[in-house]
């Protein structure tokens, strides 16, 4: 998602400096990010290349069919598919459609965890433009109701990009036995807003909620970061019993996006930590459950592009977020 909108605008200019998140990433997962700099270091540039490494876990998705949208990005393959489940067409659905709910939950480590991936915007969002500019309340001011959000140069939108990642999230979340909830499947026309999008984890009394989005910045700025909700007590907004808890899942979320991509930390924010604190996000300030948003890469540049757009890597993040929030649940 752009640093524009609804939930991203820009962050303050003032150099990051380094703090207790640093430590405690280093802490929780050693060598992960050593290991990406020794990566970078032999001169790994993060891109896909054709690796097959991950085929065991592309199978969960793999039988479902890819989309059919001009959005799609390049075939790589079978794990290429989205692993959708059959949902009702956008139009057949009113804009209050309930959230998607999962299977029901098997045997497994996480069986009794409830899982709600937030897939960020809406495939339709572009054509219910008045809609999604409708203002509403995230506790400490007003903001739209959602964006359309960005795309690649080549036109793949973000809105594909995340319920593609949610798809495979959930495959191999329900594996281990979680209960997962999408909080849309592109089963409504638009929507739901960011103020819905918390209420539907809160209704849920979600264990972890993962907003999944990829940024809108400028060429060169590459790497991921993962975005924690920052103390906030204003309005209809009361986060300061879900800031720790909600640091510790997005440090271990971080912690494992490495490990599974091999991709590093954002170079334009967190100060390469991977780890940024955001007060004005309204999925954030309206969460009371554990929550955090990761952006998986920017979508603006080449090379984070050609990777966000692979099957197979789209895999290993769905891998890395999701034994991110297993690590987090298991405790």
């Known amino acids: 998602m752009s640093y524009t909108g609804p939930d991203f605008d820009p962050p303050p200019s003032r150099r990051f400096r380094r703090g207790p998140l640093t430590v405690a990433l280093a802490a929780l997962v050693p060598g992960a990010l050593l290991g990406w700099a020794v990566y970078a270091a032999v001169g790994g540039s993060g891109d896909d290349g054709g690796d097959a490494s991950t085929s065991a876990e592309a199978s969960a998705s793999a039988s479902s069919p890819a989309p059919s949208s001009a959005d799609a990005s390049p075939p790589d393959g079978p794990d290429e598919s989205d692993g959708k489940k059959p949902s009702t067409s956008p139009g057949s659905a009113s804009a209050s459609s309930s959230p998607s709910a999962s299977a029901p939950a098997g045997t497994g480590p996480l069986k009794g965890k409830v899982v709600v991936i937030d897939p960020g915007h809406n495939p339709g969002n572009f054509r219910h433009t008045a809609e999604i500019n409708r203002q509403v309340d995230i506790g400490t001011n007003s903001k739209e109701c959602d964006t359309t959000g960005t795309s690649t140069n080549d036109g793949f939108s973000e809105a594909k990009f995340t319920l593609d990642v949610a798809h495979r999230m959930r495959a191999l979340l329900e594996a281990q036995g979680a209960t997962v909830k999408l909080t849309q499947d592109d089963d409504r026309p638009f929507g739901p807003c960011i103020d819905e999008r918390a209420r539907i984890g809160n209704k849920a009394k979600a264990d972890a909620v993962v907003s999944i989005h990829a940024d809108g910045s400028g060429t060169g700025n590459r790497g991921f970061h993962v975005i924690l909700p920052g103390p906030v007590n204003s309005g209809a907004a009361d986060t300061r019993a879900i800031v720790e808890p909600s640091r510790e ?7 494992n996006f490495v490990r599974a991509t091999g991709n590093g930390p954002s170079n334009y924010v ?16 309206l969460s009371t459950v554990p929550k955090v948003f990761i952006e998986c890469g920017n979508m603006r540049d080449s090379k984070d592009a050609a990777l966000l757009t692979s099957g197979a890597w789209r895999q290993k993040a769905a891998r890395g977020i999701s034994e991110g929030i297993a690590s987090f649940l298991r405790g």
């Open 249 to 255: 899942l997005g440090e271990r979320i971080a912690g």
């Open 270 to 285: 967190g100060g390469g930590t991977g780890l940024v604190t955001r007060k004005d996000l309204g999925g954030l300030n």
